[in-house]
């Protein structure tokens, strides 16, 4: 048994316990992570604009006809007006430009998706039939076109990975209010696009789903690629 004088001891003891208690209150801290400091609950003007667009998007369900949906149709070309919109302002964002310019490459990709890679533009219909378009197998080497998807998915996500773009990602999440009601608004539309399409079966109702959801996302892109974004906190302290 370990034999230490009283008089060692006694001061041992008090250093220990103290240390004790701040390895305790700091690790009370650093857990007591509130979600509220990170959420920007006001309804801000984005918001409002992602509100319209989405009621006018359901509005558009009951009184809008068949043909406005579909390939090369205005829905599909207000989506397309959308991304543009959004990779845009990632490009000409002065904080954080190289994360914003995977996004706009990301939104560059979903573009692409729109179109089908460039399969179903106008130009490429069927004479008698304006929603018919050739598939990949009967285009000569159309089958280049899952490789090019391929190597762009991965070049993206190596670059976000190698290039550390997760610690930024990160840092606007720790640092900076996610605004509540765009991304209510943005996951209530990706969720009735997905019950639509598996369910329902309506183009025209799937579309404009998506429309409101491109819309909402372009208002938070908008907001991160701009700088109008509340601190994480306390309310008292932003």
Request: net charge positive; proline share 5%; charged share 20%.
């Amino acid at each position: 048994m370990l034999f230490i004088p009283r008089g060692i001891y006694k001061p041992l003891k008090t250093c220990y316990s103290v240390e004790r208690s701040e390895h305790t209150m700091n690790s009370s801290s650093s857990s007591s992570f509130s979600l509220a400091n990170h959420l920007d609950t006001r309804f801000s003007a984005t918001a409002f604009i992602a509100l319209v667009g989405a009621i006018i998007c359901a509005i558009g369900i009951y009184t809008l006809p068949e043909t406005v949906s579909g390939k090369n149709s205005p829905i599909e070309y207000a989506q397309l007006m959308l991304l543009i919109l959004g990779a845009a302002f990632c490009f000409t964002a002065k904080q954080r430009p190289a994360l914003y310019r995977v996004v706009a490459f990301l939104l560059i990709f979903l573009l692409l998706r729109e179109i089908n890679y460039g399969r179903t533009l106008a130009c490429f219909a069927d004479p008698a039939d304006p929603n018919k378009f050739p598939k990949w197998k009967d285009i000569p080497y159309g089958w280049l076109a899952h490789v090019f998807v391929g190597i762009y998915l991965v070049t993206l996500a190596a670059v976000f990975i190698l290039r550390k773009h997760w610690k930024a990602c990160w840092e606007l999440l720790r640092d900076y209010r996610l605004p509540l009601w765009e991304c209510v608004i943005l996951i209530l539309a990706a969720v009735c696009a997905q019950i639509t399409e598996r369910f329902f079966h309506n183009d025209r109702i799937e579309e404009l789903f998506e429309l409101a959801f491109y819309s909402t996302a372009i208002c938070i892109i908008w907001r991160y690629t701009r700088g109008k974004l509340r601190a994480a906190g306390p309310a008292d302290e932003v």
